[in-house]
């Protein structure tokens, strides 16, 4: 049984959605922060970190391409955090996911 999501007239399955490498990339975060300082709550915070700062040049980029002089000096200095330029896929496969997933392990074993 897959959830099905509705946002901006989109009818999105969430299996669809689901980034492993991703999920495994902030797993191997985490797992470095924990051997680093033994706190997994440090971990998860980069794993986070790294892919909303990912999410946010992707964001930029397509903010770049809609733009009509496609440059980057022609796009505001937050332009990458404008919301009608994220897609589901980005918001919930490549970050909320992935976050989640982390911070949830970092809760359970603590």
Known sequence: MSTLIT????KILLKNYI?????LICLALQGIGYALTKNLFIGAIAGVFF??????AQNEYRYIDALPSK???DMPMFGGLNP???????????LTIPSLITVL??????
């Open 84 to 94: 009608k330029y994220w897609t589901i896929k980005s918001i919930v496969a490549d």
């Open 105 to 110: 392990i970092a809760l359970v074993l603590k």
């Open 71 to 73: 440059l980057r000096k």
């Open 7 to 10: 946002c901006r007239n989109e």
């Open 51 to 56: 892919f909303a700062g990912r999410e946010i």
């Open 19 to 23: 980034n492993i490498s991703h999920i």
